[in-house]
């Protein structure tokens, strides 16, 4: 029977295996085959951050879907979300100690939980997505990426900044 390329296969916890390999590569057993570098992507990066991963061999070709890491066993799940972390590396803000708009350009000045950071977008509509729950990426003109977790949790001053914004 011939499989078609078209269709979406979902692994089970049983049909993957993930570790690392020689420089830190992650590698694995995927339906018994042994490969020694492969590649991860989120289905839906905004929306799902550890569910739908397509696990690809390292010519980029889809071996299948992982429909949610926390129902991998345990060592598998810790090396498939390190590999998420690596790959979508986004800091998450902790405040924002200012919004404003100067000469036709939004500048953000926020804090995360690697330092300060400045983000800088030509307008709020095509620079900010709200893939729900209170999340806010925030991408700025150079392709430099931040989230707010849950804009609502942040503290009162960082609340009031996003008043205008939100």
């Not at 972390?85 to 036709?104: A, C, E, G, H, I």
């Not at 503290?155 to 996003?162: E, F, P």
């Amino acid at each position: 029977m011939e499989i078609d390329k078209y269709d979406i296969r979902l692994f089970s916890p049983d049909d993957v295996y993930f570790s690392r390999g020689e420089g830190g590569v992650l590698q694995g057993i995927v339906d018994g085959k042994t490969y020694d570098e492969l590649e991860v992507y989120r289905a839906f990066p905004f929306l799902y951050a550890t569910q739908y991963i397509s696990i690809r061999n390292s010519k980029g070709e889809e071996l299948g879907i992982v429909a949610d890491v926390k129902d991998l066993y345990e060592e598998s799940a810790a090396e498939l979300e390190k590999e998420l972390q690596l790959r979508y590396f986004m800091p998450r803000v902790t405040r924002v100690d200012s919004v404003k708009n100067r000469s036709d350009l939004w500048i953000w000045e926020l804090q995360t939980h690697l330092g300060a950071t400045r983000i800088v977008m030509r307008n709020l509509h095509e620079f900010m997505q709200y893939p729900g729950e209170g999340r806010v990426v925030l991408s700025d003109i150079s392709g430099k990426r931040c989230e707010i977790a849950d804009w609502r949790q942040l503290d009162a001053h960082s609340r009031k900044q996003l008043e205008e914004v939100l």
